[in-house]
Structures are given as C-alpha cells and as structure tokens.
C-alpha cells in the first residue's frame, strides 16, 4: 500500500486558519493528510508542541503565520520564525530530517496557496516516508 | 474533582458535510472514548432544535462538556457558546471541530475525509477535558469615536454620531476635508453637483460642537482594545494631545489607478489623453478643451482602465461606467456637433436609476463601440498632424468583429479604484487586515459587511471596495449605528484569554518580558516574578511558548490543551471501519 503521511499543522486564527477555511468556501480541494490546529498566534507555537507531534507518531510538522509585518499581533510570527530555525537544527541532532517541518505565510485571502501549500508539503512528507522517531521512542524508552 | 461528562454533537450541515464525512461512522469511533457521555449526529446542529439537543442533554445527563463537529469556529462557536451559557454551563466548556470548511469542502476521498474527521473529533474531546471555566470581563465603552479619513463616507458617519451627541475625533491626512467626491464635478445618474452636494456637509462638520477635526494629521499609533482605545496625536505647533475612545471608523478611502502602466493608451505621452479624475477638473472649471486649448471634435472615452484584468486590477470598479455615461451627457450637452465615442467591454449599468441613464444616453447620438478587454484593448496613436484629428484608436469591434479606427482629439481614460496607499499602514495601526486586491476584509462579506474581525473597528467606504457615494455613505451609516449601539449599552463583555504567572514556578527570568509585543508583563522586584497586566494583554500565547518553567499559562490554549489536542489527533485508535 501506499504511504500515506500523517501532517499536523499549526495554524494562527488571523490569517492562515481563515485562509485555510477560505480555500474550504471556495471548494478548492487538497490532500486529506493534513490536521489543523488553531493557536491565537503563530508564536503560541511552542516547540514542545511540534515534537510531541513527532512523538505521537506525525511524520511532517506544517507551521502557518501572517506574513511577515502583518502580524495580528505585531511580532509573534517573527518569533514563530526564531523558533522554527532552532528546532531545524535541534530536529538535525534529533535525527529527524529538518525538511519533516516547515514554516509558511498564508494570509486570509491566500485559500488557493493553502491548498496548494497542503499538496507539495504532504509530496515532500511521502517523499521523505514515515518518520521512524515514534518507533525510536517507543523502542528506548 | 468532579467526573468529567462530554456530549458529542456531530453535524451533516444538511448534505455539504455528510455527503463527504460518514457522520454515522464518526459518532460510532469516538462514542466509546473515555468520559464520552452522550455522542449524535444531527442534520442542523446550529438550528433551533439542535441547540436544543444539546441543552436538554446537557440537563438531563449532566454534561460538563461540549464538542460539536460542524463548520469552522470562525462562524458558529459563538452561537454554540450561548447555548451552554443558556443550559447553565461555562461557555468556555466547549470546543469545536472543523469538519466543513477544513474537511468536507476541500477533501474528496469519503473514506479518508471521515477517518480525518474522527481525529479531529478526538482531539477536541482530548482537548475539552482540559478546558476550565472562565469569566467574562466587563469593560465600560468609552463614548468618544475616532474616524479616520474626512471623506464622503468619513464625515457621514461622524455626523450621525456627533448628531446623537456623541463626541468624535476626525482625523484627516490632507488639508482639506471632502476626500475623492469633492474632486468630482457632477454626480451620476442625475448630475447633482459634487460641490453642491459635499460643500454643506464640510461645513456641518466643520461647525459641529461634538466633532473635533484634525487636520492635516496622520495616526501613527492605536493602543487598547474595544471600548477603550487611545492614541496620541502630533500637533503642527509641536504640542501633543492625547485621545481616548471606544470605537474606530476606518474611512481611508480610495486612489485613482496610474493608466501610465498600461502601455497600448500612451498616457503621459500623448498630452491629449486624460484620466477620468482630469476630465473632471476640467469640468469643474467649465471648458472642455484639448492641450492647445481647442475645442475638440472627436472625444472618445475608453472604460475599464486598469479594471477587469488580470494584469491591472481583477475587480470591477463599479462606479466608472455611470461616470463615463455622465460624461458623455456632460460632453454631448457642452458640445451638442461634436462625436462622441464610448469605448466599453461590459456595460454596468446596476443601481438605481442606472439603466434609465443608459437609455437617456443612447438617444443622444453617442456611438458605443465594444472592445475585448482580456485580448484586445484599444492602441491609441498619434497621426502626428498628418490627418485631421491627432489621435487614432485601434481595435477590433466585438459586435461586427472588423477592426475600427476612432479619431479623437481628446481622449477620457475611465481609471481604476484602487485602495488608498496608506491602507498597508492604517491596516497595522488599526489592527484590520486587507484581501487580496488591498482593500480591507469585512468580518464577513455578507452577514457583517461593516464590522472587521477586530472588535470596535468598522470599515466604511471605497477602503472597503470601490462603490459610489450613496453606497459608501449606507455603510458609513449603518457603522455609526454599530456604535452608537455599543455606546448605548455602556458596557461590553470580552473573553478573558489573557496569560497568567504561577508566581510558585516563576523563575524571574523575565524572557517572557521581551516577547511581549503589548508591555503588558512586567516584572515585580520584591517578589521577583513577572506580573501580566489583563487589561493590556491580547492573548496571542507568545510569552506562554518562551517560558522555560512552564509559569505562564495562556488561558484558552494552555499546553496541556493543545498538547491532549496533538494526542488525540494522531491517536492510533483514529479509523475508518468499512461497513
């Protein structure tokens, strides 16, 4: 059978999850694979939250914010974006391949590049194949 | 702690979610989860008998959680909320999973689209068990309004809340008030005069004991929420002064396209090609003339400059097509031996009294001539004195498809609107955000087109879409009666999402300090922890993220929330059982 990857995706309420229910008004359509949750503010995205994603056995981490300078409030994508560049190189030591997260802007009227977003991640993610940390974890620990 | 009691409400949303999700399947996978009390499906659960569903269960099974499976937050929490409150629980015992807009819609595999559906129905029950209740916080509305922008749509709506006797601040970037229409000489479709029309509401404004205007002056900064903003304000003799008020109204208005762009019309090469904004100032000043100053013979007049194309402006400008028929009347009128020549893709002709213009128009031997606007828009030349007009316009005729050739003296380009260039700055000082094209997005584009999904700020006018004066000042309008409203009612109710310190576990880092993009924490010496101020604190959850202990919790979305949320989402437990 085919692989099919398991993608959870942080979502900030202001642009990217209104995004992504606009890409659902305009019926466009995209991959299953992808599971959203909504923080307030991309920087609610705690790292924590993205490894527990790992651990639970995600195999892609999808990181959504406004763009850069319209930010609901004002910097929290900056920080979003501090965060995601650090556990890049944490996810390296980890053994984790750094392409499993990714960070992107998507704006309240960018329905079409969520979709589009959600189809090339969830192509990477199949690509790279199941991430095997879960196993890891369960296995040593 | 008292057993904790969920109810599950999953809804078909008529067909749109259970022509995609299995809903029956749903209930089936997530009626057996730990601490599940009650789990349905139902075909409406917004309407009035599913609230009641849910009420009644909530009393007759003593739930103490909520979780409906239905459309995005973003449209129905609220009114799921009201009814918990309504059954005598905490509002704040709820959670929604978003089924429709981010499952149903966009998906088209049923049997991967219900497997998605049930986890993100787990998550939410994962997720609800932690959830705690909270209090509203009641906040007074400061009475005062700020408006920015003294246009059309601006002192509309400052006068019928001045007019209420209510105080408003109006702010003005220009020197002079009346905005875009006091440029305009007459108004379609029943050629009032702009001036006429726009003079004595200047002067109302301007007289007016509740409205202070400020002018010119531009908005640098907006701090508060709600009911309670301020700002301060540079004077030009150096002072400062400090505004208090409880509503905004975003009027900022609109520009005119820069037809130099389009290469095919030669604006700015050819000094007898002229903008719709310059053929009315030469109207105004009362002589329809060509750069040498004669009178010409042929006018031609080309619409949707820099509108209804991909290249320029997708949109329809809506108000440039009953301008050009005024022109035409203005031209015909001014000079009755002179040809005219409309060059249009798609006459426009909706509102009142539009139609009637267009009709009155094609008896006054105006000669209207169909482009293609995707493929073929008009090329206008110079005859470099070589024939007797000085302008040639070349396109194929939609209707006879023969290529034409129109002579024209003068030349009337029908421009664009497009959102004023401050709107990128206005949307970040007023905490609004623009679509795709600019303008700024409206808290929803039917139900609520007034409103924007930051409390207390309205949007009126051309800042919003392009539309004409009456449309602009029914939306200034209508925005004065939102606030006037909440002025009226004194107080307003807000969620208290704020950040909270456990002092116990707080190390006194102060990493939390330097996120904050409010100052809304600082820290407390003696005790040597930080300390949240709730009045200025949003929400956003950043300071909760950088927390090494683990002391700050933003309520709403605390850690263990979102992390049981993660859980139950990739729960192994989550699948698809074929029937």
């Known amino acids: ?141 | 702690m008292e057993e904790i009691k969920i109810g599950v409400y999953v809804c078909w949303c008529g067909t749109n979610i259970a022509k995609m999700v299995d809903v029956d399947q749903v209930v089936d996978q997530i009626k057996f989860l730990p601490d599940v009390a009650v789990a349905r499906n139902y075909k409406y659960m917004c309407s009035d008998p599913g609230q009641d569903m849910i009420i009644r269960d909530i009393k007759q099974h003593h739930l103490n959680r909520v979780v409906v499976a239905a459309c995005s937050p973003r449209i129905h929490e609220l009114t799921f909320r009201k009814a918990l409150a309504k059954a005598g629980l905490n509002p704040m015992m709820f959670q929604m999973a978003n089924i429709r807009e981010q499952v149903a819609w966009v998906h088209t595999d049923r049997e991967k689209a219900t497997k998605k559906a049930v986890s993100l129905v787990h998550a939410a029950i994962n997720r609800v068990k932690w959830h705690e209740s909270l209090d509203k916080r009641t906040i007074e509305v400061n009475p005062a309004t700020l408006v920015i922008g003294g246009g059309v749509a601006g002192m509309s709506a400052a006068l019928e809340i001045a007019n209420a006797g209510k105080q408003v601040y109006l702010v003005e970037k220009s020197k002079k008030l009346g905005g875009y229409a006091a440029q305009l000489d007459l108004t379609f479709p029943h050629f009032y005069s702009a001036r006429q029309l726009i003079k004595p509401m200047i002067r109302h404004v301007e007289d007016h004991k509740n409205i202070r205007i400020f002018k010119p002056m531009q908005i640098n900064q907006i701090f508060g929420y709600m009911g309670n903003f301020q700002s301060t304000l540079q004077l030009a003799n150096g002072d400062e002064t400090k505004l208090k008020f409880g509503n905004i109204i975003v009027a900022t208005g609109l520009q005119p396209f820069d037809p130099s762009e389009i290469t095919s019309y030669n604006y700015g090469k050819l000094p007898d090609v002229v903008t719709s904004l310059e053929f009315e100032k030469m109207l105004a000043k009362g002589r329809i003339e060509t750069c040498e100053g004669k009178e010409p013979k042929n006018v031609a007049i080309i619409h949707c400059v820099g509108s209804r194309n991909a290249n320029y402006h997708e949109y329809c400008s809506r108000t440039c097509c009953m301008t050009a028929l005024k022109f035409a009347n203005q031209i015909r009128s001014a000079l009755p031996e002179s040809n005219i020549f409309d060059l249009y893709a798609d006459m426009r002709s909706f509102g009142k009294g539009c139609e009637e213009l267009y009709t009155q128009t094609s008896r006054k031997n105006v000669i209207f001539l169909r482009f293609d606007q995707q493929n073929g828009l008009p090329e206008i030349r110079s005859t470099n004195g070589e024939e007797a007009v000085s302008m040639l316009i070349e396109f194929t005729e939609q209707f006879s498809k023969e290529q034409v050739e129109v002579p024209a003296d003068l030349v009337i380009l029908m421009v664009a609107m497009e959102s004023h260039a401050d709107a990128k700055d206005i949307s970040h000082i007023a905490g609004i955000s623009m679509c795709g094209n600019s303008f700024f997005i409206e808290k929803h584009p039917k139900l609520d087109p007034v409103a924007t999904t930051s409390d207390g700020v309205f949007i009126v006018g051309t800042c919003q879409a392009p539309k004409d004066i009456p449309d602009s000042i029914s939306q200034a309008k209508a925005a004065a009666a939102r606030v006037l409203a909440t002025i009226h009612v004194g107080t307003i109710e807000v969620d208290v999402i704020t950040a909270t310190v456990n002092e116990d576990i707080c190390c006194g880092c102060q990493t939390c300090v330097s996120v904050c993009p409010y100052k809304a924490i600082s820290f407390n010496k003696e005790k040597g922890v930080s300390e949240v101020n709730e009045i200025l604190c949003k929400g956003c959850g950043t300071c909760g993220s950088t927390c090494p202990t683990g002391a700050i919790r933003s309520r709403h979305f605390t850690d263990q929330q979102i992390l049981s949320q993660i859980q139950g989402l990739l729960s192994p437990d989550n699948k698809f059982e074929k029937m």
Not at chain 1, 3 to 8: A, D, K, Q, S, Y
Not at chain 1, 55 to 77: E, R, T
Not at chain 1, 82 to 104: A, C, H, S, T, W
Not at chain 1, 105 to 111: F, L
Request: hydrophobic residues 35%.
């Open chain 1, 1 to 141: 059978m085919d692989f099919e990857p398991t993608i959870v995706s942080f979502l900030c309420n202001w642009c990217s999850y209104t995004g992504a229910d606009l890409a659902g008004t305009s019926r466009m359509k995209y991959s299953p694979n992808i599971r959203i949750i909504r923080v307030m503010c991309s920087g609610r995205i705690d790292p924590t939250f993205v490894l527990e994603a790992f651990k639970n056995g995600a195999d892609g981490v999808l990181l959504c914010g406004c763009h850069p300078g319209d930010c609901h409030y004002q910097s929290g994508n900056y920080k979003c974006l501090r965060r995601y560049n650090m556990l890049k190189k944490y996810f390296v030591q980890l053994g984790i391949r750094p392409e499993r997260i990714r960070l992107d802007w998507i704006s309240a009227s960018e329905g079409k590049q969520f979709a589009n977003l959600a189809d090339s991640f969830t192509e990477t993610i199949r690509h790279l194949g199941p991430c095997k940390i879960k196993n890891v974890i369960e296995t040593y620990t």
